[in-house]
């Protein structure tokens, strides 16, 4: 059964923190790893996707890989209250399928 | 710029009544999915169809059929509505180019069986 686990949280920082949401994948022949965005009541927002190891940086967020642990994360630098949001993993099996994690709920507090 | 239309947004069933959910995407997308979101489950892929004339089963297609009606549309059928139907679905749709391409998300229906 292949598993993408999330910690479901709440991850609750302060305004302006960093805040570092973490994902464990099982398949170790996914190649592809995206982070979603799920404000309450609304539908998963693509905001970040990344496919080789190490860190890829879009503005406020860095996504970081490690293939060699199943370890993919998502920082969130200067933490701003409208970050306040569900935050889902998912992780492609085979060519056309993604399993998502059961996300993190990021709480960012002024 | 549509993207991913789903409806209805909200609907309220019987148990036994059956239910056509529709989605339409205009981004010239090949592949297209229907998922539900449960509390605590997160999201579980229902059907999908990777091109248009095929369609398969997801981690959870009991009591579900689908219809890839043409390369935009592709449908969700309830024939007989059960409790454990109630959640929230979403359709989403990807291009053609391998695992590196997003789904991308419609704004969901929110469906109760009662």
């Known amino acids: 059964q292949k598993e993408v686990e999330q910690n479901s949280g709440p991850l609750s920082v302060p305004e302006g923190a960093i805040a570092s949401l973490n994902c464990t994948y099982s398949d170790r022949g996914s190649q592809s790893f995206f982070w979603y965005r799920q404000y309450s009541g609304k539908s998963p927002e693509l905001i970040m996707f990344?496919?080789?190891?190490g860190d890829k940086e879009d503005g406020r967020f860095t996504a970081q890989l490690n293939k060699a642990s199943q370890y993919v994360s998502l920082l969130i630098r200067d933490s701003q209250p409208s970050d306040s949001a569900t935050y889902l993993c998912?992780?492609?099996?085979?060519?056309?399928?993604?399993?998502f994690g059961t996300g993190t709920r990021l709480q960012v507090f002024p | 710029n549509a993207g991913v239309t789903q409806t209805p947004k909200f609907q309220v069933l019987k148990t036994g009544q059956s239910m056509t959910l529709q989605c339409a995407q205009d981004?010239?997308?090949?592949?297209m999915y229907w998922y539900r979101q449960d509390p605590g489950m997160g999201l579980r892929l229902i059907y999908y169809s990777a091109s248009e004339g095929t369609t398969d089963k997801g981690e959870v297609p009991n009591g579900y059929n689908v219809s890839r009606l043409n390369k935009r549309e592709f449908s969700l059928r309830l024939e007989s509505a059960a409790p454990s139907q109630t959640s929230v679905y979403f359709c989403a749709s990807k291009r053609t180019g391998g695992s590196n391409q997003p789904q991308h998300f419609g704004d969901g229906t929110r469906l109760s069986i009662l």
């Open positions: 998912a992780v492609n099996i085979g060519t056309d399928k993604l399993i």
């Open positions: 990344i496919y080789s190891n």
């Open positions: 981004m010239n997308h090949n592949s």
